[in-house]
Nanobody, 123 residues
Framework: QVRLVESGGGLVQAGGSLRLSCAAS????????MGWFRQTPGKEREFVAA????????YYADSVKGRFTISRDNAKNTVYLQMNSLKPEDTAVYYC????????????????WGQGTQVTVSS
C-alpha cells in the first residue's frame, strides 16, 4: 500500500521559515517525480515544486522560485520542502504527490497523494 505522509506544517509569521516533510512508503519511487501542491478554499490545487527522484532535477512555480527548495533523502525515502521568506499568500494546505509522468505541473498527472498539512502565514 502506497502512503505519502506530510508533516511540518504550522503557523509562522511573515518572513519566517518552515520545512515540510513527505515520508513515502509502499513502493520504490526511483522512477517517480515527487511534487508539492497547495490549495486554499475555493481555489484549484496549484503546483509548487517537484523533484525527479532519479536524477534530482527540480522544478518550481514562479511564485516560489528563490524562496522554496525541494530536496530528498534517499535513505529515508523522504522529500522535503524548505520554505523561506514566507508570505501570507503562501497560506494553504500543502500536499505531497508522486507521478510517473513528466507533466509535473498538472495535478491530474499524479498517481498518489498525501493527506495534506496546513501552513498558515500571519502578517
Amino acid at each position: 500500500q502506497v502512503r505519502l505522509v506530510e508533516s511540518g506544517g504550522g503557523l509562522v509569521q511573515a518572513g519566517g521559515s518552515l520545512r515540510l516533510s513527505c515520508a513515502a512508503s509502499g513502493r520504490t519511487f526511483s522512477s517517480y517525480y515527487m511534487g508539492w501542491f497547495r490549495q486554499t478554499p475555493g481555489k484549484e490545487r496549484e503546483f509548487v515544486a517537484a523533484k525527479r527522484w532519479s536524477d534530482g532535477s527540480t522544478y518550481y512555480a514562479d511564485s516560489v522560485k528563490g524562496r522554496f527548495t525541494i530536496s530528498r533523502d534517499n535513505a529515508k525515502n523522504t522529500v522535503y520542502l524548505q520554505m523561506n521568506s514566507l508570505k501570507p499568500e503562501d497560506t494553504a494546505v500543502y500536499y505531497c504527490a508522486a507521478s510517473l509522468s513528466p507533466r509535473i505541473r498538472e495535478r491530474g498527472s499524479y498517481d498518489y497523494w498525501g493527506q495534506g498539512t496546513q501552513v498558515t502565514v500571519s502578517s
